[in-house]
T-cell receptor, first 110, second 114 residues
């Protein structure tokens, strides 16, 4: 079993819909939680970072971390075709080695 | 300011050969991390360098090695290439050591081993 599980999708939604992404993990030592966006043929781009449990909002993006359930989520409101990409969750413990999910491919249909 | 630059962008090598990939971090960034991305395993951490010293290492065989120069540029080397080494190799830079939350990735080097 992988340390970080993420449904690879693909996920297809109409423009304007809410995109809901999530990851589960098994390592209770994870404290740093991140979401990256990766466009085709590009490197990952950091979207959101959360330390420990809680919610964080940045524009149309909301990240949630529930350490008790070992579950993290990313919500994208008012989705746009430009949001079409692969979204990767990542997390690390105090060793600062990032563990990534497999990535979820999202397509937002115009 | 310029982003993280990786060269070359694409590479084709034969089994048994060795390869060296290069990464130039964002100006002022002193930490460089390397990752391997494959469809099967996803993104996996290889190692991190800061001030010319390896500070962190993932679970890869000794065929994978790296180094960092005084100008923070980094190279990674893979010896005795295997077909399974075909992957996108990504480099990420950050200001300080262990600052994964502020890492900026390059576009990667696509290595194909035939």
């Amino acid at each position: 079993q992988k340390e970080v599980e993420q449904d690879p999708g693909p996920l297809s939604v109409p423009e304007g819909a809410i995109v809901s992404l999530n990851c589960t993990y098994s390592n209770s030592a994870f404290q740093y939680f991140m979401w990256y966006r990766q466009y085709s043929r590009k490197g990952p781009e950091l979207l959101m970072y959360t330390y420990s449990s809680g919610n964080k909002e940045d524009g149309r993006f909301t990240a949630q971390v529930d350490k008790s359930s070992k579950y993290i989520s990313l919500f994208i409101r008012d989705s746009q075709p430009s949001d079409s990409a692969t979204y990767l969750c990542a997390m690390s413990a105090n060793d600062y080695k990032l563990s990534f999910g497999a990535g979820t491919t999202v397509t937002v249909r115009a | 300011k310029a982003g993280v630059t990786q060269t070359p962008r694409y590479l084709i090598k034969t089994r048994g050969q060795q390869v060296t990939l290069s990464c130039s971090p964002i100006s002022g960034h002193r930490s460089v991390s390397w990752y391997q991305q494959t469809p099967g395993q996803g993104l996996q951490f290889l190692f991190e360098y800061f001030s010319e010293t390896q500070r962190n290492k993932g679970n890869f065989p000794g065929r994978f090695s790296g180094r960092q120069f005084s100008n923070s540029r980094s190279e990674m080397n893979v010896s005795t290439l295997e077909l399974g080494d075909s992957a996108l190799y990504l480099c990420a830079s950050s200001l300080a050591v262990h600052s994964n939350t502020e890492a900026f990735f390059g576009q990667g080097t696509r290595l194909t081993v035939v």
